[in-house]
């Protein structure tokens, strides 16, 4: 790619299933779910956010931009990254960003390499493991937040692939990292979810 991309954490859900309060502020073996996931995104990516829409003071401390939803009433990871399109047009050199959900502690070390052997300047590429899509971990072009925008504010869904499917798009696929090791978009959305992940980073370390 002869662009940069930069980087959004959607943590800007709303984590009814974990019973409320922020999903990505949980600990998971002593760290919050959204510092494992900013440290496995961090490096990948010239530019970094966090998408959240609630009190911004816990996400303070690493040091990134915070950006609300720049449309109301919580309408799902697309709005997300819209905002983070948004925020990128005032990035210099940047024509895609990534987004990662801030629920999956085990995301790819090469989710940027992989999805840049996809790119095309208005081509959308969404990962793919073991059969199953991952919507939220997807190459947005900077090209199309005006037409993401027109088709939030007019479209009866607000189904991330209802959007997808309108443009160039293609899957890109991962495997988990060995045998014994977690599907890499493991995306812990309840209590249950968080302990099993515990109990996969204790088996890691054993």
């Known amino acids: ?19 409320g309060g922020e999903k ?10 959204i510092s494992r996931v900013i440290g496995r995104i961090a490096p990948q990516v010239d530019a970094l956010a966090i998408n959240a829409n609630a009190d911004p003071e816990p996400y303070l401390e690493f040091g990134l931009p915070i950006l609300p939803d720049t449309i109301s009433g919580h309408v799902g990871p697309l709005a997300g990254v819209l905002t983070g399109l948004e925020w990128a047009t005032g990035l210099p050199g940047v024509t895609h960003i990534v987004s990662a959900a801030t629920d999956t502690p085990f995301l790819p070390l090469d989710l940027v390499s992989k999805f840049s052997a996809h790119a095309a ?12 899509r991952h919507p ?3 190459l947005w072009p900077v090209a199309l937040r005006q037409d993401l925008a027109e088709w939030l504010a007019t479209s009866e869904t607000m189904k991330v692939l209802a959007w ?43």
Do not use: K
């Not at 959004?8 to 019973?19: K, N, P, T, W």
């Open 24 to 33: 990505g502020l949980q600990l998971l073996a002593g760290q919050s779910m």
């Open 121 to 132: 300047p208005e081509r959308i590429v969404i990962a793919r493991s073991d059969g199953n």
């Open 1 to 19: 790619m002869s662009g940069s991309i930069a980087g959004v954490v959607l943590a800007g859900g709303l984590s009814r299933r974990m019973g």
């Open 136 to 138: 939220v971990f997807g």
């Open 164 to 206: 997808v499917q309108r443009h160039d798009f293609t899957f890109c696929d991962f495997e988990a990292d060995g045998e014994a090791a977690p599907d890499p978009f493991f995306n812990a959305n309840t209590p249950e979810e968080l302990a099993e992940a515990g109990r996969i980073l204790a088996g890691a370390d054993a």
